[in-house]
């Protein structure tokens, strides 16, 4: 009762500050229509009560089965069991991942077809399978991850040189997108079973961390090699501005994507369940006790993730729509900025990979690291990257890129000095 009793408050912790934002521009300079804002209401409490049994549901399902596949991986002692494993792990976690269905969907509704969904799916989890394949090689041999990641980036920015600004932009996406709430959970916790075999202590904490930031950029590259093959037209398609449909039922959008969505996130969990059964039917790595632990955490996080995302579909993304619409209707533009700076900052606090992650790294360092310090960071760059991503969108001069290349540069270096 007492880990069900934090994990709520860290749900209502996360959730609150958006839903009071929302409820200060309702009653300000935002007016919402009653349905609309009673919809939101109960997508908040669908919010915290998802998050919360999600994040039980990880703790107690999803990052036993990485650590006890991580931790198998590494005592087979062979580096092509290390590679294959990578390769069959990454992309069936990826292609699973909701979060990158959502956003092929979007490239090809707004790309008219040219880029398909099945084949961004496709191209970024194969990028995802070789990165994190290579990520667990760097783990098993010592590869400082900075010197990793400034040869990676290095690959991307000369790839980036033969692509075109649509694809640029797409492939940057998709990195964001296969960092969703099942997919770094999964790998921070198979990163965390291969360290840990480590006899260096100080290795191990280090290299627990790191996974998720490499298969990250295969999506990048996996993107941009489509590009430079495939050489795509110009992408000239382009969304029609449309008002909000607005129905008039509260209740009518759970019901219609409540099927949609769980039947989604059983398709994102169902590999990892398969493939965690299978290698258990072949080792017998884990007790019978502790598999049935592991199901009844995969089970609970089935439910808190459906919880959470049909609280985020049917009563969050509408009201953004909407927020987003009547701001950018406003003749001074500085309330655009000033709002996508705060909702950044609020929406990095609802994510649930970022609670793992966070979790993760006290944990790890023995609270050295304070999980707060990490997220009020994560929070401040996040509202200062959406801020300036609204400037970009309003000023059509600045180009991606002119955010990304010094970004990324400056991030390198940094990397260079950090221990």
Avoid: C
């Amino acid at each position: 009762m007492n880990v069900i009793t934090a994990k709520l408050k860290e749900a209502l912790f996360s959730v609150l500050p958006i839903t009071i934002l929302v409820i200060i521009l309702n009653f300000t300079i935002v007016p919402l229509d009653t349905t609309t804002f009673i919809r939101f209401l109960i997508g908040s409490f669908a919010i915290i009560i998802g998050l919360t049994i999600f994040l039980f549901g990880v703790d107690s399902g999803i990052t036993p089965i990485g650590n006890t596949m991580g931790a198998a991986i590494v005592k087979s002692n062979k580096i092509l069991v290390v590679i294959v494993a990578g390769l069959l792990l990454g992309f069936f976690i990826s292609i699973a991942e909701p979060d990158l269905h959502i956003l092929a969907g979007q490239v090809d509704f707004a790309s008219s077809g040219l880029i398909t969904k099945t084949s961004i799916v496709l191209v970024v989890s194969v990028g995802i399978a070789v990165m994190l394949s290579l990520g667990l090689v760097r783990i098993v041999y010592n590869i400082p991850l900075n010197k990793f990641l400034l040869i990676t980036y290095g690959v991307i920015f000369v790839l980036a040189l033969f692509t075109t600004p649509e694809f640029l932009a797409i492939s940057f996406d998709a990195s964001g997108a296969t960092t969703g709430a099942l997919t770094v959970p999964f790998m921070l916790a198979l990163a965390l079973g291969v360290s840990k075999l480590k006899k260096d202590s100080k290795s191990s904490e280090e290299d627990s961390f790191g996974l998720v930031g490499i298969t990250s950029a295969g999506a990048i590259v996996g993107v941009l090699v489509m590009s430079a093959i495939s050489r795509p037209e110009k992408i000239t398609a382009s969304l029609e501005a449309t008002e909000v449909a607005v129905t008039t039922s509260i209740f009518a959008p759970y019901f219609q994507k409540l099927p949609v969505i769980a039947g989604e996130v059983l398709i994102a969990l169902a590999p990892i369940a398969v493939i965690f059964l299978l290698f258990q039917r072949a080792s017998s790595a884990v007790s019978k006790a502790m598999l049935r632990k592991i199901i009844f955490g995969i089970t609970f996080t089935f439910v808190g993730l459906v919880l959470f995302l049909l609280g985020v579909n049917a009563g969050f993304m509408e009201v953004g729509s909407i927020v987003g619409h009547k701001l950018a209707s406003m003749d001074s533009q500085l309330y655009v900025i000033l709002i996508g700076f705060i909702l950044g900052m609020v929406t990095v606090l609802a994510e649930p990979a970022v609670y793992v992650l966070t979790h993760q790294v006290e944990d790890v360092t023995s609270g050295y690291v304070k999980r707060r310090l990490v997220m009020a960071t994560l929070a401040l760059g996040v509202a200062l990257a959406v801020a300036l991503s609204v400037v970009r969108i309003l000023i059509p001069g600045i180009q991606l890129w002119h955010y990304l290349l010094p970004g990324y540069i400056i991030s390198l270096i940094m990397s260079l000095k950090t221990s």
